[in-house]
């Protein structure tokens, strides 16, 4: 099972279907929807360091356990679901201040504008 605030490594299959390639992920989902489902919902991570809305910078020091080979961009706009069963390892796991700063980001962009 995957546990909310892991970060994990996927086979993120390409849109051919035939073909994928290994990605981190930080798991968002809360860990009684983890349970109970075959997916997760959760926010890549990526090594582009290219300054863009709805990110945020993940490094070691942000972690409660494990380690990043690289400091890493979460990518928060690319919020998705996927098969738990396409996990291939965990990495680490985010501390809990950091997890709420995701989710702040994520509410940001989907919060309507007054």
């Known amino acids: 099972m995957i546990f909310?605030?892991?970060?994990?490594?996927i086979s993120f299959p390409f849109s051919d279907l035939q073909t994928s390639k290994v990605r981190?992920?930080?798991?968002?989902?809360?860990?009684?929807?983890?349970?109970?489902?075959?997916?997760?919902?959760?926010?890549?991570?990526?090594?582009?360091?290219?300054?863009?809305?709805?990110?945020?910078l993940i490094t070691n020091s942000q972690l409660e356990s494990g380690r990043l080979v690289v400091d890493s961009k979460a990518k928060v706009d690319r919020v998705f679901s996927i098969s738990q069963s396409l996990v291939r390892m965990k990495v680490g796991r985010l501390k809990i201040e950091s997890h709420e700063k995701l989710i702040e980001i994520l509410l940001r962009l989907v919060r309507a504008k007054s």
Request: proline share 5%; glycine share 0%.
């Open 24 to 56: 981190p992920v930080v798991a968002m989902s809360n860990d009684k929807y983890n349970r109970r489902s075959d997916d997760f919902i959760a926010i890549p991570l990526t090594s582009n360091m290219n300054v863009k809305d709805y990110t945020m």
């Open 4 to 9: 909310q605030r892991e970060i994990v490594l």
